[in-house]
Each structure stands twice: as C-alpha cells, then as structure tokens.
C-alpha cells in the first residue's frame, strides 16, 4: 500500500480573488476551481490529475476485484419503474441491471410491444447526464421531460412527440427545484424556473426569485406567461401543479429545507386570476393530492406527527381544515 508520505498530489493554483462582507476582506484563491469542468479545461486538468492519484492508491485495496465482482452480481439484475397509464398507452422505466440510467419506453396498450423513447445512456460520454422527470399529457400524445446534466440541480425540459418520437422545437431552460404539469388540454405545462443569470454568471447567481410559468406548446420561452412570484419573499421555492378537475393551479412555496408551506390557488378558468392563499403561515406541511369540487384533499402534520389526512372547503372565504 502507498503510504501518504509517498503521494504527490497536482498543484493547485492560487488566485488573487477576494470579496468584501460587510466591511471585511475574505480571500477566496481557489475560486477558479468553481467553473464547469466541461467549459472550463483548466478545471477539466485539475480533476483528471487529482482522479489519478486517487485511483493509484484504490487500486492497490486488497479484495477490490473480489468486492467489485460480488456488488456487480447483487446490481445485476431486470427492474422496472412505477408505469403510468396515459389514455390507453403505458410509459414506464426498465433497467436490464447495469445500466448506468434507467430507460423510458411505452406501449400502445397493455399487449403492445415495448417502444424506446427516450435512453438517456446515449446523451453524453462520460454518463453523467440523466433523465430527471417526465410527465406525460392526458392523451398520451406528448412527453416533457427534464435533462440534467453533470449531476447539476438545473434542468433544460425539451418535448417528444410519443408517436414519432420526435423532439419538438419547445425549449426550456433555467428550471430547477420544479416539477412539470401539463394543462389537461395538453396546451402546455407549468414549471418553475430561476431568472437567466449575465454574461460570467452562469449558475453561480442566488436561488432568488423562483417564478411558475406556463409553456404554451409551440412558443418560444420568451413567450411563457409569469402566474406566480413572491418579490416580497424572494427566498421561496414555489412548486405548481395541477388539480384533478384541471381548474386549479395549486401553487405550494416553502422556505429552506423544513417542511413547512403555504398553498395558493390559481383559477384557470378565469382570465388574469389572482393567486388566493388557502393555506397561510408556513407553520406546517400541506400536500395536496386531490379534490372532489371544492373539497380539497391534503396530507399534513399539522396536529399530527406523523400526518393525517384533511379537507379545505374552498368555497369558504377562509378555508379551514377538517379532518376526514
């Protein structure tokens, strides 16, 4: 085994970088080492030498080949996601054990054949960019779906014609911390995204401002219409999704990492609607998971340390929760 003694590690170089905190100086020389490795070859160089070192030394472990043969026999083996069924087609996950992502394919009926549609094994060399989320329009006609690329929390949503399989002009970026929801008319989706950072700021600007739009299918991202924005608590992470009857948008905003929320409605129905919050304070957890009418239906530890299930009359000026 090499002891450390022996190790020579790559040199690393020191910048001349500092930034200013309320009257103090603090000196930062390594910032460099931020930037993307795949823009950035200096970074790229640094990782690779750094890597080398590391794998000099793993490889010398006794019973690695033993441990690397037995973890890959417990990997390898045919699993499959949760399948969704979209008017009569079935999208769903498989795995045949070692692949590095999981493969998205549908069928055209319960006895139709499996169809690829999306494999993101082929998206990149070194398979560090991955299918992140889908969803799927009411008719199964159309896919969104999200890219996430270097392990990176950003996402570019793209969508497939599940027919064709071919990828749309729609284009959208700047996603991150969303999920996506289609229009039940399959117009468009909801997402919500970050502004778009200048020049030399990429991805390295504040989670701040986190906005719900909506994608019409067809337009340019220029074009996406805001619904939802806190600019007096521009900390949020505000998620939009849809509800059952597709009247509602339902917009949950939470601060940091404890699950604690407030929940808007948005009527869809109703032109230039202003968001109406049903659930104030974000004292609790509150997620929704669908409504019959009025009647809302969450789960919430609200009263409840290990949740329950409540309804919210929305018909009611100030709803307030009933257990079921």
Same mark, same amino acid.
Do not use: C
């Given at each position: 085994?090499?002891?450390?003694?022996?190790?020579?590690?790559?040199?690393?170089?020191?910048?001349?970088?500092?930034?200013?905190?309320?009257?103090?100086?603090?000196?930062?020389?390594?910032?460099?080492?931020?930037?993307?490795?795949?823009?950035?070859?200096?970074?790229?160089?640094?990782?690779?030498?750094?890597?080398?070192?590391?794998?000099?030394?793993?490889?010398?472990?006794?019973?690695?080949?033993?441990l690397q043969e037995r973890i890959t026999e417990l990997t390898?083996?045919?699993?499959?996601?949760?399948?969704?069924?979209?008017?009569?087609?079935?999208? &769903?996950?498989?795995? *045949? =054990?070692?692949?590095?992502?999981?493969?998205?394919? %549908?069928? $055209?009926?319960?006895? @139709? !054949?499996?169809?690829?549609?999306?494999?993101?094994?082929?998206?990149?060399?070194?398979?560090?960019?991955?299918?992140?989320?889908?969803?799927?329009?009411?008719?199964?006609?159309?896919?969104? &779906?999200?890219?996430? *690329? =270097?392990?990176?929390?950003?996402?570019?949503?793209? %969508?497939? $014609?599940?027919?064709? @399989? !071919?990828?749309?002009?729609?284009?959208?970026?700047?996603?991150?911390?969303?999920?996506?929801?289609?229009?039940?008319?399959?117009?468009?989706?909801?997402?919500?995204?970050?502004?778009?950072?200048?020049?030399?700021?990429?991805?390295?600007?504040?989670?701040?401002?986190?906005? %719900?739009?909506?994608?019409?299918? @067809?337009?340019?991202?220029?074009?996406?219409?805001?619904?939802?924005?806190?600019?007096?608590?521009?900390?949020?992470?505000?998620?939009?999704?849809?509800?059952?009857?597709?009247?509602?948008?339902?917009?949950?905003?939470?601060?940091?990492?404890?699950a604690r929320y407030e929940v808007a409605l948005i009527d869809?129905?109703?032109?230039d609607s202003e968001p109406r919050i049903i659930v104030p304070?974000?004292?609790?957890?509150?997620?929704?998971?669908?409504?019959?009418?009025?009647?809302?239906?969450?789960?919430?530890?609200?009263?409840?340390?290990?949740?329950?299930?409540?309804?919210?009359?929305?018909?009611?000026?100030?709803?307030?929760?009933?257990?079921?």
């Amino acid at each position: 085994m090499t002891n450390k003694s022996d190790l020579t590690y790559p040199n690393t170089e020191r910048v001349t970088q500092s930034d200013n905190y309320h009257g103090v100086a603090i000196e930062d020389p390594y910032r460099w080492l931020e930037d993307d490795v795949r823009v950035n070859p200096d970074v790229a160089n640094w990782v690779e030498a750094q890597n080398a070192v590391t794998d000099a030394v793993l490889a010398q472990l006794p019973l690695r080949a033993q441990l690397q043969e037995r973890i890959t026999e417990l990997t390898d083996y045919e699993r499959f996601g949760l399948p969704q069924a979209k008017d009569g087609r079935y999208f &769903y996950t498989r795995n *045949d =054990g070692l692949q590095n992502q999981s493969v998205l394919y %549908v069928r $055209d009926g319960l006895e @139709g !054949e499996p169809r690829l549609l999306i494999d993101p094994n082929e998206w990149s060399d070194d398979d560090a960019t991955a299918l992140a989320g889908y969803a799927i329009t009411e008719d199964g006609s159309k896919l969104a &779906y999200a890219i996430q *690329d =270097g392990g990176s929390d950003w996402r570019t949503v793209k %969508v497939m $014609d599940v027919a064709t @399989g !071919e990828t749309l002009s729609d284009g959208v970026e700047w996603v991150k911390f969303s999920g996506i929801d289609w229009a039940k008319d399959g117009s468009g989706f909801y997402y919500s995204r970050f502004p778009a950072t200048g020049e030399g700021e990429t991805f390295q600007a504040l989670n701040t401002d986190h906005t %719900v739009y909506f994608h019409r299918l @067809g337009t340019d991202q220029a074009q996406d219409v805001k619904l939802f924005a806190r600019p007096d608590m521009p900390e949020l992470n505000n998620f939009a999704s849809v509800s059952d009857d597709g009247r509602y948008l339902i917009v949950t905003s939470s601060s940091g990492t404890e699950a604690r929320y407030e929940v808007a409605l948005i009527d869809l129905t109703q032109p230039d609607s202003e968001p109406r919050i049903i659930v104030p304070g974000f004292e609790h957890d509150y997620s929704y998971f669908g409504n019959v009418g009025d009647t809302f239906y969450f789960t919430t530890n609200d009263g409840a340390q290990r949740n329950r299930v409540v309804s919210l009359d929305i018909s009611q000026e100030n709803p307030v929760s009933q257990e079921i």
